[in-house]
């Protein structure tokens, strides 16, 4: 049973520059959520997504955006980036909507 | 205001010492609790996690929590550690269904 599952590894972008993010979900799930972890601090939840809608927001902005597809599988964008962006970006995938399994994250470095 | 401290960032133990790493949380109600564990660069795993009921959970990897609800507290424990555990261990509050809100972490260090 694959887990959650993330790509790209690691990607170097450009302050300006427009980002995408991918995420599949453990076999099962219905629900995504997205959080940035800053180096050496928790993470912080920036949204889920659950039947293809956004259904809670963590305080970020609007130039953080997802979608969720059909098959449950997710993305994040982040437009206009800024070098605070950098950062681990985690996906977790839910059944119960409460316990979440995260993937092993996106390493964005915004120069 | 929501949240969940944990109140060391760094401890260092010997190997096969126990190990107690604490927990705080601050909800209007008591929320669903979980403890994570990170090494470095990758994702989280979940270690256990508290819904309701016994108040002393199994995780995995031999590591146990114990929910206080008089001392709001959630703390993890591992009778023995071996030097594989060394990471970072995440403590996190849940009761929307949705956000995870996370402590700061605990980053463990384990002596030969």
């Known amino acids: 049973d694959a887990g959650v599952t993330q790509s790209p590894t690691h990607l170097i972008k450009t302050r300006g520059q427009q980002v995408t993010l991918r995420c599949s979900p453990k076999?099962?799930?219905?629900?995504v959520s997205w959080y940035q972890q800053a180096l050496g601090q928790g993470p912080q939840f920036i949204f889920q997504?659950?039947?293809?809608?956004?259904?809670q927001r963590g305080n970020f902005p609007d130039r953080f955006s997802g979608h969720q597809f059909p098959n449950y599988s997710s993305e994040l964008n982040v437009n206009a980036l800024l070098l605070g962006d950098s950062a681990l970006y985690l996906c977790?995938?839910?059944?119960?909507?409460?316990?979440?399994?995260f993937g092993p994250g996106t390493r964005l470095t915004v120069l | 205001a929501q949240s969940v401290t944990q109140p060391d960032i760094h401890i260092t133990v010997s190997e096969g010492a126990s190990l107690e790493l604490r927990c705080n949380y601050s909800?209007?109600?008591?929320?669903?609790l979980f403890w994570y564990v990170q090494s470095p660069g990758q994702g989280l795993q979940l270690l256990l996690k508290?819904?309701?009921?016994?108040?002393l959970v199994q995780g995995i990897k031999g590591f146990e929590a114990e929910f206080k609800r008089s001392q709001s507290s959630f703390n993890l424990r591992k009778p023995s550690v071996h030097w594989s555990d060394a990471a970072e261990y995440f403590c996190?509050?849940?009761?929307?269904?949705?956000?995870?809100?996370f402590g700061q972490g605990t980053e463990l260090s384990v002596k030969p």
């Open positions: 977790a995938s839910s059944s119960d909507g409460y316990t979440q399994y």
């Open positions: 076999s099962g799930h219905d629900t």
């Open positions: 997504y659950y039947e293809e809608e956004e259904r």
């Open positions: 909800y209007g109600a008591t929320p669903y």
């Open positions: 508290y819904f309701s009921g016994d108040t």
């Open positions: 996190a509050g849940n009761n929307q269904g949705g956000k995870l809100i």
